[in-house]
């Protein structure tokens, strides 16, 4: 007696769709003759499971408002340091 596994990998929007039906068929030998055995497996819907695309616009949002963020911090920090540069040479006249 003797066992094979093997995986098959299917895209989630196909898995996620209930009328999908993947059919796996196999012929073995027996010794005399090849037997036939098919199995089938149907799609299953996926309660909370997030869309890919939507995962992806998501993210990409996430890291375009990030950016905005970084780029504001960095023009405020550019603000400061010439803000304070200005009033350390006007103090220094001043003296």
Request: charged share 20%; hydrophobic share 40%.
């Amino acid at each position: 007696m003797y066992s094979i596994t093997s995986r098959l990998r299917i895209g989630i929007k196909e898995w996620a769709n209930p009328n999908t039906q993947v059919t796996c068929v196999v012929r073995f030998f027996n010794g005399t003759h090849n037997v036939d055995y098919d199995d089938s497996v149907n799609g299953q819907l996926v309660p909370g499971m997030v869309d890919p695309d939507s995962y992806v616009n998501s993210a990409q949002t996430a890291k375009f408002a990030y950016s905005i963020f970084i780029a504001k911090s960095c023009l405020f920090g550019l603000f400061i340091f010439f803000f304070v540069r200005k009033i350390s040479r006007g103090s220094k006249d001043k003296w």
